[in-house]
């Protein structure tokens, strides 16, 4: 099953690659790009069929490794 | 408005980065996550209200600056 897993810096944590990109778009007339996030976007291949199982298994992987609790959040998306 | 870009490396292109953390996910003992697929989120917050006119604006900017045609594919997503 495939099942996408997106993490996102939490709301009030700063984001300077973003900001970096936001400034370099601006520098080249993209100036109503007002700002720019940079997450990541990861596509995991799992065995198993049982959605919730997955799910729960997916988002422990998250926990331990996929994402940094103290500054990001995730989300487990399944088809 | 908030956009939503996703960036992720073509079919055919080689993905260490995820193999590596499939290996370390395995090693957790996650062996049912066959596969890993690292790409790029990111969001967006672009001036206008003319929904076909930001999208357009949003993929000449995905085109020139956020992603890397040769390798990387990418998606636009609206509200």
Redesign the interface.
Known sequence: MLVEV???LKEQVLDPQ?EA?RR??SG?G?G?????????????????TDAPE?RS??E??CK???ANPVIEEYEVRLP
Chains 1, 2 share one sequence.
């Open positions: 997106r993490v996102k973003g990109i370099v778009l080249l993209y109503e790009i007002e700002q720019v996030r940079v997450g990541k976007l990861m596509l995991l291949e799992v065995a198993g997955v298994r997916v422990e992987a331990e490794v996929l």
